[in-house]
């Protein structure tokens, strides 16, 4: 009888990824991570490990465009709709855990460096909301500074800054926006105007000292120190077009899960087929790769050896893989028609990507660059890993 | 399934203002622009269309503007803006075909 119950018990604990990530089984949250399954509203929960979907999570709203954010603890994943929902998950019981409509429409958000407060970037009415990250309360709501029409403008590339801060770039208002979130009930925010035309997205470093906001408006990039802000905004990579046409930018690139590797900075060049190299001892530029389309994510694997870029439409079905000692691109690889993301596993050694329109996230090994997973999803888009958490700028 | 759903469409873009008939794009291809404004559109726009760093094409959104202006927009971008020229994806009577769409309200993609 004894017996008979402990098998009973191990064939359960055998019977597969879904039952063990329930909550009744203990087990840590360092392998999970959710894909956003954009047109259907909804989230897998994934486990790197296994390779393999535990859970679907239905109710998200509208995903597209959607991003996320972690608690420190990796449970629970906090996910921005494009319709402004805010959505708490548990990636243990595999539920939602809170919702809240927090504005018309959204970009994404950030959480705070002590895990506590979760921020929110808007675009309708543009501003910041931050919320209680255990309950979802709004904490406060800041208004951004008006753009030419007399609007608030729309907020773009927060991310959150050593000191208990948040670091934004306004779009329409051509302006950076440091946010001082150490009492988020009365938070106190400076605008840095005059930034450069049109920022379109921003990252922070990942050692926490620079924000570094692309422009969409001209060729260049706006730098702010965060152990000086009060040097105020920097340009760097000035005209690197170098007044050259710039062909049509079917989609905005992304900073966010950006490339820092072995001292360099890989940014995308905005309406070109470059990644451009980036010295980050003195921000000048290092050198610049052809590459195969206008990139979207440049994004370094954890160990910095190896960059990866997807590209915009048309060319949205590549992948390349640029390699950091020699500077140039040592694979293409076609996972699969509108590739629109990609995450490395914690520390590297596999690279997830979502290829939209053939509904499916193929895993790849970053040391052979050959498939060797493929999980099926329904329009995939965002994929996000719970080490993240851990990561300043994410 | 699939003739059937070509055969809705082919009804629906029969059953749209007048305008949007001539030039209507053959039932594969409006399908291939419809997926284009949901997702590459969309992008921008928002898959729902209700906006993002474009503004919302929908139908109450767009009433009030002259079309052919609208169309000019797509075919041509606007300069000064993250809005793209798409003529090398977009003919103009499909980008014309397209707005009366998206006047409509009826422009869904088939999933």
Not at chain 1, 353 to 362: F, G, L, M, Y
Not at chain 2, 22 to 29: F, L, Q, S, V
Request: glycine fraction near 10%; charge should be positive.
């Amino acid at each position: 009888m004894r017996r008979a119950s402990v098998r009973a018990a191990a064939a359960i604990a055998l019977a597969g990824a879904a039952v063990f990530a329930h909550a009744q089984a203990l087990r840590g949250t360092g392998d999970l991570g959710i894909v956003v399954e954009r047109a259907a509203g909804r989230v897998q929960v994934v486990d790197t490990t296994a390779r393999a979907s535990l859970a679907t999570i239905d109710g998200l709203g509208d995903l597209s465009h959607a991003s996320a954010v972690f608690s420190r603890d990796g449970r629970y994943a906090y996910v921005f709709g494009r319709d402004g929902g805010l959505t708490k998950v548990d990636l243990l019981a595999q539920r939602i855990e809170r919702r809240v409509i927090q504005a018309g429409n959204s970009i994404g958000g950030a959480i705070s460096q002590d895990g506590r407060v979760v921020a929110a970037q808007n675009y309708v009415p543009g501003g910041v909301k931050l919320f209680d990250a255990a309950t979802l309360e709004l904490l406060s709501d800041l208004r951004a500074p008006a753009g030419p029409d007399g609007k608030p403008s729309k907020v773009v590339g927060l991310a959150d800054a050593p000191g208990g801060r948040f670091v934004a770039a306004l779009f329409d208002a051509n302006a950076l926006w440091l946010i001082d979130a150490a009492d988020p009930r009365a938070p106190r925010t400076t605008a840095f105007a005059d930034a450069g035309r049109q920022p379109y997205d921003g990252l922070v470093t990942p050692d926490g000292r620079w924000y570094v906001a692309g422009l969409f408006g001209e060729d260049g990039v706006a730098l702010l120190d965060l152990w000086h802000p009060e040097r105020g905004v920097r340009r760097i990579l000035d005209r690197y077009g170098r007044g050259d046409e710039k062909l049509p930018v079917y989609k905005m690139p992304h900073l966010r899960g950006w490339a820092v590797a072995a001292g360099y900075a890989y940014l995308p060049a905005v309406g070109r087929h470059e990644v451009l190299v980036v010295d980050t001892r003195d921000w000048r530029e290092a050198a610049r790769v052809p590459v195969a389309g206008q990139p979207v994510f440049v994004i370094a694997r954890p160990d910095a050896r190896q960059v990866w870029v997807n590209f915009a439409f048309p060319d949205s079905g590549k992948v390349q893989v640029i390699d950091t000692e020699t500077r140039t691109v040592v694979r293409t690889l076609e996972p699969g028609r509108a590739v629109l993301h990609l995450e490395f596993t914690p520390r590297g050694e596999a690279v997830w990507i979502s290829a939209r329109d053939d509904h499916k996230v193929v895993v790849y090994d970053t040391a052979t660059l050959a498939p060797v997973a493929t999980l099926a999803a329904d329009s995939p888009s965002g994929i996000f890993f719970t080490a993240r958490a851990a990561r300043m700028g994410f | 399934m699939r003739p059937v759903a070509a055969l809705a469409l082919a009804v629906l873009a029969a059953a749209a203002p007048a305008g949007a008939a001539d030039g209507a794009p053959a039932p594969a291809r409006a399908r291939e622009i419809l997926a284009l404004l949901r997702q590459d559109c969309g992008a921008c726009h928002g898959i729902r269309l209700t906006g993002g760093l474009g503004p919302a094409l929908t139908p109450g959104a767009l009433r009030a503007k002259p079309s052919e202006g609208l169309v000019a927009t797509i075919v041509s971008g606007r300069a000064g803006t993250p809005m793209p020229p798409w003529r090398d994806f977009l003919s103009e009577s499909e980008a014309r075909w397209l707005v009366a769409r998206l006047l409509a309200g009826d422009a869904d993609a088939p999933r």
